[in-house]
């Protein structure tokens, strides 16, 4: 009876496709040719069994490239592998620890480190907006401009009238950005001594909310001013053009009554008024003309957050809404 005996291949012979030395985990050589010691392969096979393994079973489209030192890492075809939702369940407990690798998963970019330290990973899929200084912009005044309703119980008299005849009322908002030290502000208009709103009215039937937006902040802050700012300076210019790049959020009114909500009740069929918000990116220099009844605050995200006896339920949900931006800051 014949005894087949395993003969070593040649030195310089080539591996197959797919063929991994044993000792050092590499493509390339046989492991009769290992260069590695003894002591490497025993070390080396100590650390594969504590933890590191073949990814048996698992697809190849769930396997994203890792580190050797990645938590959960494995070896496949010569190369360090995670599984992604091994991954994805990391991550949960690395973000509290300031440690971001999301865009592994998200197809981003490595993470940036803006100045105050923070790593945030910046993804193909979400916005970036340019915010410029407060200082940037000056502000002059012009003629009053008065709402078509007095009073609350006037504005929704005329929303009833106009409902049987034109529908549902719609109307658009633009939230203007500008920052100081690094903190996002919005611009509002305030009325009184503690009414906000943002700028913005009521879109025209057959018109875009787009081409309305851009109407009525000409309207209200483009137009050329009457008295020069305070400390005369006019070298800026009103913006010719606003650039309203990101629809951020929708709100209806179920009924005609103050309440508004970010969506449809399910016992309502036909709202009385749906309400558009957009994100302007103004330019870096520009001059704001201001109606005298009228002031234009910088507001702070911070003191808008969860601030809704003070600003409204549509301004204090701002801070979450733009919370999926990622702002530069110039």
Not at 19 to 46: L, M, P, W
Not at 78 to 101: I, R, Y
Not at 286 to 311: M, T
């Amino acid at each position: 009876m014949d005894v087949k005996q395993d003969v070593a291949p040649e030195k310089n012979a080539e591996p197959p496709p797919g063929y991994i030395c044993f000792r050092c985990r590499k493509k390339g050589h046989f492991v009769q040719y290992c260069n590695e010691t003894k002591s490497d392969e025993a070390k080396n096979s100590v650390m594969l069994k504590s933890g590191n393994k073949k990814p048996s079973g698992i697809p190849s489209s769930d396997l994203v490239p890792a580190s050797e030192d990645t938590p959960g890492a494995m070896f496949h075809n010569g190369e360090w592998v995670v599984q992604k939702a091994h991954l994805a369940a990391q991550q949960q407990s690395t973000l509290a620890k300031g440690v971001d690798n999301s865009y592994i998963l998200s197809g981003s970019i490595p993470p940036k480190t803006p100045t105050n330290g923070v790593s945030y990973p910046i993804s193909f899929s979400q916005p970036l907006v340019t915010l410029y200084p407060l200082g940037n912009y000056t502000f002059g005044t012009k003629e009053p401009l008065f709402e078509k309703d007095t009073n609350i119980s006037q504005r929704f008299q005329r929303m009833r009238e106009e409902f049987e005849t034109m529908g549902m009322r719609r109307s658009v908002e633009g939230v203007l950005l500008v920052h100081e030290h690094n903190l996002p502000h919005i611009l509002l208009l305030q009325i009184g001594a503690s009414f906000f709103k943002l700028p913005g009215g009521e879109v025209k039937r057959g018109e875009e909310p787009i081409a309305a937006l851009r109407r009525l902040l000409n309207d209200i802050l483009g137009q050329s001013t009457v008295e020069e700012p305070a400390d005369g300076a006019m070298e800026s210019s009103p913006p010719s053009s606003w650039a309203i790049d990101h629809l951020l959020a929708q709100w209806w009114r179920p009924n005609f009554e103050p309440p508004q909500y970010p969506y449809i009740p399910a016992h309502i069929t036909r709202p009385k008024e749906h309400k558009y918000l957009y994100l302007v990116q103004i330019p870096e220099k520009a001059l704001f003309s201001v109606p005298r009844n009228y002031k234009l605050v910088a507001a702070p995200l911070f003191e808008l957050y969860d601030n809704s006896p003070g600003y409204g339920p549509i301004i204090s949900s701002l801070p979450n809404v733009l919370s999926r931006i990622h702002f530069k800051y110039v």
